[in-house]
Nanobody
């Protein structure tokens, strides 16, 4: 599985941004695709995950109600819609895939999201 993330940028507090992750290769129904982020000086943290086949989603508490993960099976795209952005959302965002949440063996390059106050 190959992944390529895009869509980051510089926005203001309260703005929205949509990240995209293009997947290629063998995409199977039980695959989990997630978004993770890493802020400067902090450890990488889980943000959201979607199961490719069923579309079941999971979110970390801090983004529930603000972020939405989705996937388009036809185009093999995974999206992270981020609304009501806060400065603490500033980080490099990565898309990753694997057999289950937290066991991501495939990684895309990061995309920078900066939220100014």
């Amino acid at each position: 599985v190959q992944l390529q993330a895009s869509g980051g940028g510089l926005v203001q507090t309260g703005d929205s941004l949509r990240l995209s992750c293009a997947a290629s290769g063998r995409i199977y129904s039980s695959l989990s695709v997630g978004w993770l982020r890493q802020a400067p000086g902090k450890e990488r943290e889980f943000v959201a995950n979607i199961r490719w086949g069923a579309g079941t989603t999971y979110y970390t508490e801090s983004v529930k109600g603000r972020f939405t993960i989705s996937r388009d099976k036809g185009t093999k795209m995974v999206y992270l819609q981020m609304d009501s952005l806060k400065p603490e959302d500033t980080a490099v965002y990565y898309c990753a895939a694997g057999v289950q949440i937290g066991e991501y063996g495939y990684w895309g390059q990061g995309t920078q999201v900066t939220v100014s106050s």
